[in-house]
């Protein structure tokens, strides 16, 4: 999709500097309408790709980095808030939405910057990274905050969330 629109871009940058030539348009208003779609291109491409509540990047982002899995030492690491349902239900939506906040907090400032964080989805959160424990050091942070995850870590998604339930509480 980026790709795509950047395509569109050097469509629109050729025609907007052909018609400014032709018609006798100044060229500021080229450049105005430049970074306008520039502008555009970028929120549409963080919609995309970002989870709107956390700003982690979405299971769109995900499964298309799982599936381009390069380096052999890389790690799926799936983290599952336990409970969450309970939560929601007993301590009411808003505490819900504090408790993701709080997780994606300990996950972000967790990983390194060559780690990739994700939502993968309403309590389900998955990293991408060259350390398997990474996961184990986030559940021992977040029990100080008495919230349970349960964690599993493989080389391919399926094998991360396999083990994942195989720890679940």
């Known amino acids: 999709i980026f790709n795509i629109m950047l395509a569109l871009f050097r469509v629109y940058t050729y025609t907007v500097h052909k018609m400014s030539r032709t018609k006798g348009h100044n ?14 291109c970028i929120h549409l491409y963080r919609q995309l790709r970002l989870d709107s509540f956390t700003e982690l990047l979405n299971k769109a982002q ?12 890389d790690t799926v690491v799936i983290i599952d808030i336990d409970k ?15 408790t993701i906040k709080l ?10 910057s060559t780690d990739r964080a994700y939502r993968i989805g309403g309590d389900e959160f ?13 559940q021992a942070e977040l029990q100080r905050y008495d919230i349970d995850v349960s964690v599993g870590s493989g080389n391919s998604y399926q094998s991360a969330d396999k083990a994942m339930y195989v720890n679940k509480v």
């Open 126 to 138: 998955g990293i991408i990274c060259s350390c398997a424990s990474i996961g184990d050091r986030i």
């Open 27 to 40: 060229m500021e208003l080229s450049i105005v309408l430049n970074v306008i779609l520039i502008v555009v």
């Open 62 to 73: 995900f499964n298309q980095d799982v599936q381009q899995l390069k380096r052999k030492n």
């Open 103 to 112: 997780v994606y907090k300990v996950i972000k400032a967790s990983i390194r």
């Open 84 to 98: 969450f349902k309970t939560i929601n239900d007993t301590m009411g939506h808003e505490y819900g939405d504090e």
